[in-house]
């Protein structure tokens, strides 16, 4: 059993931000038109890659203690050099100095997100049966145009689909601790899903599938594909991030994670 106390939220709160901040440097490495950066505060980072990327915000903070106004007059340079708003995902067990902060320099609330969690465990090395005609496998390096363009059209209805933004997925198949993987129906790339591992923590993220595609079965086989992957690395812990009450929660949900606590994220111009 799982207890979200502090010292979990620190090491989930520390995969996602280290998570991004691989993916900057991956950016930084094959897009360097991007100017992709990324910076060390106040115990977490500030992660850039595009304005208005859904990568290109602060995670972590305030995780190993107080966050200081010089913190923060950093953090706000960092982006403001750099053209973008300021957006802070916060965790709830986040030290209280950020709250205060935050409510002092008149920051709004964008959207909230729930961290899950589920165990790994040793039956989770050999998933179970896809339904007939559904499988899974890992995207090979050059595929990550591909990955990217069909997964990036599945969050369409979340986010604007850029040629920047298709840059930014296709360094995911390069990441250094990451694993992109392909959902396919009767053989034809239907869905995909990305897994990053790191110090016993396996991050499910960037899941999507096509329209056609749909309630067949393809995310239930990827997210079955990625504790594979994971228990056979030996992590021991497992989290997702999704929209409250979202579909992506309810497939999650129906595979043992639970939610752990609710983030808010927060922003500036």
Known sequence: ????????????????????????????????EITAASEAIAGGWAVFTGVGSPISEARALGMSGPVTEADMERLESFYRSRGDAIRIEVCPLADPSLHELLAQRAYRLLEFSNMLVRPIEGADATPPSSRPGVTT????????????????????EHYPVTQELLDVMSCWTQSSIGTCFFGLVDGELAGG???????????????????????????????????????????????TVTLPGSGSQRNCERNGFRVAYSRAKFTRE
């Open 1 to 32: 059993m799982l207890i979200a106390d502090l010292s979990l939220a620190c090491r989930l709160e520390a995969m996602e931000a280290f998570a991004c901040v691989d993916t900057s440097k991956s950016v930084a490495r094959f897009h360097p």
């Open 193 to 239: 899903g990305t897994l990053a591992m790191r110090e016993g923590v396996a991050l499910f993220g960037g899941a999507g599938t096509d329209l056609r595609f749909r309630k067949r079965g393809v995310q239930q086989a990827l997210i079955a594909a990625r504790f594979a992957h994971a228990a056979r690395a030996g992590c021991d812990v497992a989290m």
């Open 137 to 156: 496998r890992p995207a090979e390096p050059g595929e990550g145009p591909v990955w990217s363009k069909l997964v990036a059209q599945c969050f369409a």
